[in-house]
């Protein structure tokens, strides 16, 4: 009897899992070659709220339409689950053969689709609340299959790294090869910026172009991540050679920013992360104008050191080092812990 009533109150009590966004520092599209990127888990993110239940995953969400319900185990094609942001859900209990569900709800206080990684907050949330209890690397690559499988987008391991692996206080340099992460602490006496400017999706957009473009020009010289920029001249082709240009400068400006952030030499810091836009805009061709004007109004703001475009590219956010106060419209965001189960 005392066995009967402690499982009821198992199954009945509410449980918590919280997933950090993350704001990539530098280090943009270099991920899906095994190259190095320097994102910061941060203080917004998706907490999920839930109840035990058996073999169906109910979920509803805050400002997203729809109820989600699925039977455990998902063997099914998650792209055409319905509403269309329960496909990750799908992809993650796919992912993990899950057959222990639950039901509850998603709270979010991050935009979706403007890349601060909603997706992989989602999809980390999720797998823990699903009871995966691996290291934060496996699941970060079990939430990265999950998105493929979504999305069918070939995007790299950083989100649901940076996101999994999280370390209060610091950004992470992740070496996407090796997959090794690196905490560096964030400096108190700077801000770290986020704007929202626009809504994207990378879905149809042209970040599998680029992944194709990269894999070209690997053909061609080997992997970016070990070239040098006299390899990069040798490609025959414009596009590809802009496109490799951006990988091979942009791990070196991830080096060079760790190092003048760890020296506190902000005005190097800041120059890098605007030149990283710069190299998005003219050799990657992820920008748009719109975007482009708000990093140019960021960068021209006294007391800012630098401003780019976050994430994936075609809209989305902006991230800007400053001086303490400097950016007054924004979230002034904080580097915090990876995706954890709370009380
Ligand atoms: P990003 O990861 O940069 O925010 P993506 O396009 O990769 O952008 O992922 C956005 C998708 O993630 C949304 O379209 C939705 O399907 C899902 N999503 C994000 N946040 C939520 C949420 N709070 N509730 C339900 N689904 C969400
Ligand atoms: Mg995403």
């Not at 999920?48 to 073999?55: E, F, I, K």
Request: glycine letters at 12%; hydrophobic letters at 40%.
């Amino acid at each position: 009897m005392a066995e009967v009533s402690r499982y009821l109150l198992s199954v009945s009590e509410t449980l918590r899992v919280h997933a950090p966004g993350r704001v990539n520092l530098i280090g943009e599209h270099t991920d899906y070659t095994g190259g190095l990127v320097f994102p910061m888990a941060i203080n917004r993110g998706i907490t999920l709220s839930y109840t035990a239940a058996d073999g169906v995953v109910e979920l509803t969400s805050d400002g997203v339409p729809g109820v989600l319900s699925i039977s455990l185990p998902f063997d099914s094609a998650p792209n055409a689950v319905e509403p269309h942001w329960g496909s990750y859900i799908a992809a993650m209990a796919a992912e993990l053969r899950a057959t222990q569900g639950l039901r509850g709800h998603v709270l979010s206080d991050i935009p979706a689709g403007a890349g601060l990684s909603s997706s992989a907050a989602l999809e980390c949330a999720i797998g823990l609340a699903l009871g995966f209890d691996g290291t934060p690397l496996e699941l970060s690559q079990a939430a990265q299959r999950a998105e493929h499988r979504a999305t069918g987008v070939p995007t790299g391991i950083m989100d649901q790294l940076s996101i999994a692996a999280g370390v209060a206080g610091h950004a992470t340099l992740i070496d996407c090869h090796g997959l090794s992460v690196t905490p560096h602490a964030v400096p108190r006496d700077i801000d770290v910026v986020v704007r929202f400017i626009a809504h994207r999706t990378l879905e149809g957009s042209g970040y599998g172009d680029r992944v194709a473009e990269c894999k070209r020009a690997e053909d061609e010289i080997g992997p970016l991540r070990l070239a040098t920029l006299d390899d990069v001249e040798r490609i025959s082709e414009d596009i590809i050679r802009r496109r490799a240009r951006h990988v091979v400068n942009e791990n070196q400006r991830v080096h060079d920013f760790a190092a003048a952030l760890g020296i506190g030499d902000y005005v190097e810091a800041g120059r890098l992360i605007t030149e990283g836009h710069a190299s998005l805009r003219d050799d990657f061709d992820v920008s748009t104008a719109r975007m482009d004007a708000a990093v140019d109004g960021i960068v021209a703001t006294p007391g800012v050191f630098g401003a780019r475009m976050t994430g994936g590219g075609f809209g989305g956010c902006i991230v800007a080092i400053c001086q303490p106060g400097a950016l007054a419209d924004g979230w002034i965001v904080s580097p915090s812990a990876g995706a954890r189960r709370i009380d």
